[in-house]
């Protein structure tokens, strides 16, 4: 029986030849992979703060997608505030703290206009003793926990 002689062969400093490397999995792909737990806890805890507001008689929307089913608006939990926490986790992650802080202000406060915005449209509409503090406060608080999650999270995936 002929034995079988394994060669090993090294890398030499001085060769020509190029190391073949292996290409990495595309960055932008693993980004949007460590959202998506976040995305579901932030389109989960938005659905259940609209069913508890909405129950409580804070806020209804009045057109909403089949509104005979369900009080809330699907489209705006299920489609619009995913994509706006992915956007918003995307530009988080390459910001330092301070600005983190201040576009997590800034978007809060851009949500409670947006909100005014809507109750004009006819899309939104708060109970009279609603005040739009509550939204800013809200959506800041909303915002400071996904990411926190987001945050947490990436390190454990």
């Known amino acids: 029986m002929e034995r079988l002689k394994m060669n090993i062969v090294k ?15 595309p960055s932008w792909i693993n980004m949007y992979q460590r959202t998506i737990p976040a995305i579901i806890l932030g389109s ?10 909405v129950g409580k008689g804070l806020y209804e929307f009045p057109t909403r997608p ?16 995913p994509l706006f926490t992915m956007v918003f986790l995307l530009i988080c992650s390459k910001l330092k703290l301070l ?40 959506y800041t608080a909303y915002l400071t926990v996904i990411y926190l999650f987001f945050h947490w999270s990436r390190f454990r995936i």
Do not use: C
């Open 11 to 25: 890398h030499s400093k001085g060769s020509n030849l190029q190391r073949v490397q292996k290409k990495p999995f």
């Open 44 to 53: 989960l805890l938005g659905t259940y703060l609209d069913l508890y507001f």
């Open 66 to 81: 089949l509104s005979h089913i369900f009080s809330i608006n699907l489209t705006f939990t299920l489609i619009a505030l």
């Open 99 to 138: 600005k983190k802080i201040s576009l997590i202000l800034l978007l809060s406060l851009f949500m409670a206009v947006a909100e005014r915005a809507a109750e004009g449209l006819g899309l939104f509409a708060h109970h009279y003793s609603w005040k739009h503090q509550y939204s800013f406060i809200g």
